[in-house]
């Protein structure tokens, strides 16, 4: 029986939107209290490169992604500079006499206790996955109450710093990184997350009851569904994809056990992560999170 739900943001690159989709509908549809059955709680959320930041604002900001999302698509860019602004807004509005952004309340969101929130990074000396994770017992009283703004921002660095030595063979076997290519943290110096880990597991993915939901713009093939070694639920919320495949071969395995299908709209989907895309696309990939998001809805609710 599903307790809880755990969100695992894979990475993305410029398709960050779609993430931002994705968790748009989760918070909408979880705020709910008049539903005869609605979702469990989100208790745990984590995320590796671009998808670090959506598990940030989704634990850290969630009254501010659709402001995240029209910068970001305006821009076509600079996630970590929006990040950072709006984390520094927060906490210095926190820490105001007037205790909101703006001298107002924000919304129902603080009135609930965070989910606990890990970032993924590569480490430089074996390429091997580091879990960063902040616990956040508290209410959102103040962005700083629980986490060090500074560490999580540093450590978000980290996950999306690409090294200038990566290969893509790295994403299917570890490979070391030279210290000056990485961010250090903690006397050890770390990468993208999203090499060794593209889709992190969060800290409460083994316990009993958890539901955990993969969430990626890149394909798989066919929405799937199945129990891990502990007998706990999984999902994925990912684009259809019905494009020709590149290999002879049904997917890809990447680091983590994560698949991946070799197909025409994966290609594509890596042309635009890269920063090529227009704000137009962008847009599209938001909604189009959260229909997929939606669709995975309707089957939990079921």
Known sequence: MTKFLTLRFSGCGHLLPYHLGVASVFLEETSRSTRKRSLPPIKAVSGSSA??????????????????????????????????????????????????????????????????LSI???????????????????????????????????????????????????????????????????GEYHVDGGIAAPVPHTSRDGEEGAHAIVVSPISKGDPFIFK???????????????????????????????????SMQNLKCLRMASGLVSSSELREWYEMGMTDSISMINKLLR
């Open 51 to 116: 998808g670090a930041i959506a598990a940030v604002m989704y634990a850290k900001l969630p009254h501010r992604i659709d402001e995240f999302v029209s910068d970001f698509i305006e821009q076509r860019g600079n996630a970590l500079k929006i990040l950072t602004k709006m984390m520094y807004e927060e906490e210095n509005a926190a820490n105001s006499e007037t205790g909101g952004r703006n001298g107002t309340t924000v919304s129902w969101h603080k009135k609930v206790a965070p989910p606990r």
């Open 120 to 186: 993924a990074t590569t480490k430089c000396r074996d390429g091997s996955v580091h879990m960063f994770t902040f616990t956040g017992n508290t209410l959102y009283k103040s962005i700083s109450s629980t986490w060090t703004t500074d560490k999580l921002l540093n450590v978000a660095k980290a996950s999306c710093t690409i090294p200038n030595s990566f290969h893509p063979m790295d994403m299917i076997s570890q490979s070391r990184y030279p210290i000056e290519e990485g961010i250090e943290i903690d």
């Open 228 to 262: 891990d070694s502990k007998k706990n639920e999984m999902s994925r919320i990912s684009p259809i994809d019905t494009s020709w495949r590149l290999l002879p071969v049904g997917s890809v395995k990447l680091n983590g056990n994560f698949d991946v299908k070799p």
